[in-house]
């Protein structure tokens, strides 16, 4: 039992490049989340999907895009790499009752050129 | 959208003292509460949480304690150790399952 992991755990990408991170989970969660931490910001919620098929936005979610076409895969893209999306990224994933509690990946950690 | 504030930013306790971190909420339908702790380099990892419809739970040396009138919740850790140096984050949760995270307290246990 893996529960949630992450590939990469390290990108470096220039300016301009695109890329996509997954995230996998064996929980068999309903629920999965993309965060970004940033020194001094705390966690903050890019996306997340409440089901296999559906997405919807989080509080920061511009710049970024995602996928939930199986239920244990929840994708997160960027299109167009910009310095301001360095970061570290983690996924987690939660049942859908309370509590809702929540499983976090080891993260990837992202630097835009 | 919800608005959680946490404080101290930092914190610095002997060993052996409590450390208490404090949050606020600001939106009345958040109904569960995590604490996550984080060593460096490391994933959040829930330490304890509490609903909406308890007051104060309690594990070991670990407790929440929830004032939903006045909107803040609280942890409390007592007997410090130096393993319980790290980063804690509160968190609120409205229906719909979104997680709004504070901004973090470093904690040093000095030996």
């Known amino acids: 039992n893996a529960g949630v992991t992450q590939t990469p755990k390290f990108r470096v990408l220039k300016t301009g490049q695109s890329m996509t991170l997954l995230c996998a989970q064996d929980m068999n969660h309903e629920y999965m989340y993309w965060y970004r931490q940033d020194p001094g910001m705390g966690l903050r919620l890019i996306h997340y999907s409440v089901g296999e098929g559906t997405t919807a936005k989080g509080e920061v979610p511009d710049g970024y895009n995602v996928s939930r076409l199986k239920k244990q895969n929840f994708l997160l893209g960027l299109e167009s790499a910009a310095p301001s999306q360095t970061s570290v990224y983690f996924c987690?994933?939660?049942?859908?009752?309370?509590?809702?509690?929540?499983?976090f990946g080891p993260g990837t950690r992202l630097t835009v050129t | 959208g919800e608005n959680v504030e946490q404080h101290p930013s930092t914190l610095s306790v002997q060993e052996g003292d409590s450390a208490v971190i404090k949050c606020t909420y600001s939106d009345s339908a958040s109904n569960y509460f995590p604490w996550y702790k984080q060593e460096l380099g490391k994933r959040p990892q829930l330490i304890i949480d509490i609903r909406s419809n308890v007051g104060e739970k309690k594990d070991q040396r670990i407790a929440v304690t929830l004032n939903k009138t006045a909107k803040h919740f609280s942890l409390h850790i007592t007997e410090t150790q130096p393993e319980d140096s790290a980063v804690y984050f509160c968190?609120?949760?409205?229906?719909?399952?979104?997680?709004?995270f504070g901004t973090g307290t470093s904690l040093t246990v000095i030996p």
């Open positions: 968190a609120a949760s409205i229906p719909g399952n979104q997680f709004y």
């Open positions: 987690a994933s939660s049942t859908s009752g309370l509590p809702y509690e929540q499983y």
